[in-house]
């Protein structure tokens, strides 16, 4: 691992940050938290933590010894001063004089002696942090360190490796005791410097920031080198079918496997973030790759990411796809039933009230193919995966040295369950669609903008689907949420389905469509040419098919459901003159929302449609307002206020109805109207 120190960057950010008032000491705590948050095989999303002594001044003036140490929730790839909030030293020193200080109290105790009480809650290894004399600690979870603590015999090998330049601490969950135990281990040999956590990582210190950080590097690379060195040859692989099938051929049935039945036809749905290297691949082709997994995270943090490990399943066969979706099934449930078994054996140990997490996996191998991070939103996934690839450095590294031997499942529940390790997802309060992707064609014209902008403010990853790629990725961004533009003229049906394998290559399924792309043509029937006929069937009926379709598949193969809406028009059933290309294949696409309700309600997929009329947007154009309103003598308000109501109808007021219908659990065959009232067009 090379040392990112660098003096000209160093100097510059301690400049710069004292053209703001902050002193050097922290500049610099800031400036090496960034080079080890940078680097994932050091620390990845929460994991680790720094910390430097200085002073401080509090509102009054009065100046305080004080820690600053890394708060929850920042990621030290990022940090800024106010992610390292200043705790007063005194009071924390005088906690090491306690005999017992429970998590709760230990909370309390760091934040009311915050110099600033606005901070986050200051680290659960801050005492660690505050007990060791140095003026800066870094600690991280590193792979290499992880692949040398990992052993049943670590204490050893932690001797044979790093001789007594470090001081071991034997593992205890992070806290009070940590960090007792952890002061008596420095202060029997204060010249170590740096500590090892058996089964969770490395402190180093030193007397200034470059000190502490060089020494990191510094034992990460004597443990790189120690693994480069010692490593024995690679485990036998697997045999792979002849034939893989493709990853995008079992992302819906795993993902669908993996979501969390809360009975009734309803689902919590999880996203599904494929990623593979050739590192990954070589990986989990091991033979023995389901037993490793079964044994557990290389560093009790990424419990909260991946439960007690990750899942494996056997490499899919192209030929043999129709049985895959009950292979994946049956592991998917024994990995539930062994974790409730889990929760209870563990629960059952003392008293203290705990419910069940969702017992799903949050990281599935696939041998052949890659890896499978599954959360309730696409960076929930994409951190599984993350996490993921770091567990395969650390396993790699401590099987190629012995035996990956993490903390037993015994000793992690309690970090799994603790109500401060739990806090750090308490903030992700799910929306009502959360979990779901939604497609919507037509994405990024008034009505198609407006529906993903309110699907994804609801929770929903929303796939926009537009004739124009740059328009589809400009309404990506205004919908927020991660979602994703794509370009496509879904009238050909290659089109359609590159953009459904889109949305199951970034989310891993689809369980929303809004077939909502239009155009109209016009013409009194009985002279309009058979081309422009057969045009606007095309798009105002085979596309509504082709992506109701598309959809339908995907839907099956999830097995959790799923929702059709069609965007279907006031002349689906109220002919307007002249509009009868328009509103013929509309009626058809009317009728295709209610055959596909009646032919796929056992699957408890559901199919609905909104007809609208009169929204301003690309098929009511500001200047054909003009003309219409003119053509009928009356101002272009009142033309466009022409209901029961007496109101504009907008793109909004549409996206509501599709909305409405997407939450509605119950309702499918259903017409929405959304025209402000016009008697002539109501449904009977
Ligand atoms: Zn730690």
Redesign the pocket.
Known sequence: MKNLWNDADAEKMVADYAKKGVDGDLALRVYTTRLLGGEPRLVLHG??NTSCKTRATDLVGDEWDVLCVKGSGWDMAVIEPQGLPAVKMGALLKARALTELSDEDMVALQRSNLIDPASPNPSV?TLLHAFLPHKFVD?T?STAILAIVDQEDSKALVKRVFGDRLGYVPYIK?GFDLAKVAAEVFEADPSVEGLILDK??IFTFGDDARQAYDRMIHYVNVAEEYVAKNGKPKAAKAALPAKLARPSDIAPMLRGAVAVARGEGRFDRMISDFRTSDAIIDFINSAKIAELAGRGVSTP?LSIRIKTGPMAIPAPDADKLGDYKAVIRSHVETFAKDYQAYFETNDALDDVKRAMLDPMPRLTLVPGLGMFGHGRTLKDAKIASDVGEMWIEAVRGAEAIGNFQPLSKADLFPLEYWSLEQAKLASNKPKPLTGQVVLITGGAGAIGAATAKLFAANGAHAVIVDLDPAKAAEAAKAAGNNSIGVGADITDPAEMRAAFDKAVAVYGGVDILVSNAGAAWEGRIGELDDATLRKSFELNFFAHQSAAQNAVRIMLEQDTGGVLLFNTSKQAVNPGPKFGAYGIPKAATLFLSRQYALDYGAHGIRSNAVNADRIRSGLLTDAMIASRSGARGVSEKEYMSGNLLGQEVTADDVAQAFLHQALAERTTADVTTVDGGNIAAALR
């Open positions: 994991g680790g290894e600690h979870h992070p969770h990582g943090d």
